[in-house]
């Protein structure tokens, strides 16, 4: 069965300083990924998705992702991180074929000024 | 995109007592999907709702606890049965379109006191 794992559960960096949010999914098989975000008290946003194709996604908001099957991760970056980026990201992962999604565990990305 | 909306969008509820959340998608899907998110952690899926038959249910749920409806194309509900304590969390739906993204609702907070 799918998993994925977020590895930081928090993530504390100054404004304008870059940041990685770490994802590795645990299937063999192809797969779908996923970065969402979830401000407070709001539903969840995608940010970006990886089908196929080029391993670097880019997304909404200045992040993107690289998907790296080696290493089974899908992490997510942005080179200058502004207060409004506070919030939850979760990493999630579908197999192809099956539409359900399994999500990690979120990480809190938290700014300072 | 799809427009997702939900209703109630929180309540606080008595133990014992059974709650249905609404969830109403601005264009017609094949499946929609129920997830749980309890307080502070990521989101779980509860069931898969396809219209015209019987909803799937993932591991550690169940029918009599978490019945769901899927009358047309574009509704479903998700009751939460003889609540407890515990059935406290965001409850959200959601649909995939034709590209393999996942939409969800704002989520329905409830509270079981």
């Known amino acids: 069965a799918q998993s994925v794992t977020q590895l930081d559960s928090q993530v504390p960096v100054f404004e304008e300083a870059p940041v990685e949010l770490r994802c590795n999914y645990s299937s063999s098989v192809s797969v779908y990924l996923f970065w969402y975000v979830q401000y407070p008290n709001q539903g969840l946003q995608l940010l970006l998705k990886y089908l196929s194709g080029s391993t670097l996604v880019k997304g909404i908001n200045g992040f993107e992702a690289e998907f790296n099957k080696s290493q089974t991760s899908f992490h997510l970056r942005k080179p200058s991180v502004h207060i409004s980026d506070t919030a939850e990201y979760f990493c999630a992962a579908s197999s192809q074929g099956a539409q359900k999604l399994v999500f990690g565990q979120g990480t809190r990305l938290t700014i300072n000024p | 995109s799809a427009v997702i909306s939900q209703k109630p969008s929180r309540d606080i509820c008595q133990r014992g007592t059974s709650l249905t959340i609404q969830c109403q998608v601005d264009s017609q899907v094949t499946m929609m999907f129920w997830y749980r998110q309890q307080p502070g952690q990521s989101l779980t899926l509860i069931a898969t709702a396809n219209q015209g038959s019987e909803a799937t249910y993932e591991s550690g749920f169940v029918i009599d606890k978490f019945p769901i409806s899927r009358p047309n194309l574009t509704f479903s509900t998700l009751t939460v049965s003889n609540m407890s304590p515990e059935d406290s969390s965001i409850y959200l739906c959601?649909?995939?379109?034709?590209?393999?993204?996942?939409?969800f609702g704002p989520g329905t907070r409830l509270t079981v006191t």
């Open positions: 959601s649909v995939q379109s034709p590209s393999y993204e996942q939409y």
